[in-house]
């Protein structure tokens, strides 16, 4: 599993690593709740950093800035 997320984060941006990460622990926290296996995989693994959003919000208080 680290691998693998480890080639998404130099493939893809750092937001669609972390969505995938949490889906994939929640997944397998599922997996631990059905009985399937005993003990998460996942356990020691922290979720990768966020990178800072790279578009910027202007909001609509000044639409000309756009």
Request: with cysteine; aromatic share 10%.
């Amino acid at each position: 599993m680290e691998e693998w997320l480890a080639q998404l984060a130099g493939d893809r941006e750092a937001s669609t690593v972390r969505t995938r990460f949490k889906g994939l622990h929640r997944f397998c926290g599922w997996l631990v709740a059905e009985g399937e296996i005993d003990v998460r995989p996942m356990a020691g693994m922290a979720p990768p950093e966020s990178a800072p959003n790279r578009y910027r919000y202007y909001g609509t208080t000044n639409p000309r800035r756009c």
